[in-house]
T-cell receptor, first 114, second 113 residues
Framework: EAQVTQNPRYLITVTGKKLTVTCSQN?????MSWYRQDPGLGLRQIYY???????DKGDVPEGYKVSRKEKRNFPLILESPSPNQTSLYFC?????????????FGSGTQLSVL | QKEVEQDPGPLSVPEGAIVSLNCTYS??????FMWYRQYSRKGPELLMY????GNKEDGRFTAQVDKSSKYISLFIRDSQPSDSATYLC?????????????FGKGTHLIIQP
């Protein structure tokens, strides 16, 4: 089954404790992206990657890191999480970067930073 | 300027009703328009995609784009309880890729059985 898999689904952590949210897709997609979704603010892009070893900042990259060493994986790293990073996070992928390519989303990771 | 306005709702209608969901935008450069459906505790899924102006129909769903008014709509005919979800509009200009997508905040739709 074609899918984008994120782990974990739920995560509670404390300020400053480094964490990684994993994302994997099995569709051989070139384009991958991370979003955060907050009430009243909607979906905002954090980082994206057009292919292996090619990443770029989205609208809200501060406090996040990403890497794209393999085509299928695109982990999101929070080096020193803070409470304002409490949010619902989505990974997404598409065949290519073009706007008319369908974006496939994962099921989300609910992160709480205490 | 990246701004898309969408009424958050909730919008509650009886089963079988015609539903109209709308977004307005300010950036006249937007050319690509999408509607995503998001069920509770799930990621968004693409429902409809339209390029430039006009209508597009897919089963019970019709997407309309009026670029002169900077207004897009999604109509759902014969609404079902399974249509209860949050509907997000998204749009992009001609130069941007998927990284240029601007999402609305979503409208929470409730179809009452």
């Amino acid at each position: 089954e074609a899918q984008v898999t994120q782990n974990p689904r739920y995560l509670i952590t404390v300020t400053g404790k480094k964490l990684t949210v994993t994302c994997s897709q099995n569709m051989n997609h070139e384009y991958m992206s991370w979003y955060r979704q907050d009430p009243g603010l909607g979906l905002r892009q954090i980082y994206y990657s057009m292919n292996v070893e090619v990443t770029d900042k989205g609208d809200v990259p501060e406090g996040y890191k990403v890497s794209r060493k393999e085509k299928r994986n695109f982990p999101l790293i929070l080096e020193s999480p803070s409470p304002n990073q409490t949010s619902l996070y989505f990974c997404a992928s598409s065949r290519r970067r073009e706007t008319n390519e369908k974006l496939f989303f994962g099921s989300g990771t609910q992160l709480s930073v205490l | 300027q990246k701004e898309v306005e969408q009424d958050p709702g909730p919008l509650s209608v009886p089963e079988g009703a015609i539903v109209s969901l709308n977004c307005t935008y300010s950036n006249s450069a937007f050319q690509y328009f999408m509607w995503y459906r998001q069920y509770s505790r799930k990621g968004p899924e693409l429902l409809m995609y339209t390029y430039s102006s006009g209508n597009k129909e897919d089963g019970r769903f019709t997407a309309q784009v009026d670029k002169s008014s900077k207004y897009i709509s999604l109509f759902i005919r014969d609404s079902q309880p399974s249509d209860s979800a949050t509907y997000l509009c998204a749009m992009s200009d001609s130069g941007g890729g998927a990284d240029g997508l601007t999402f609305g905040k979503g409208t929470h739709l409730i179809i009452q059985p």
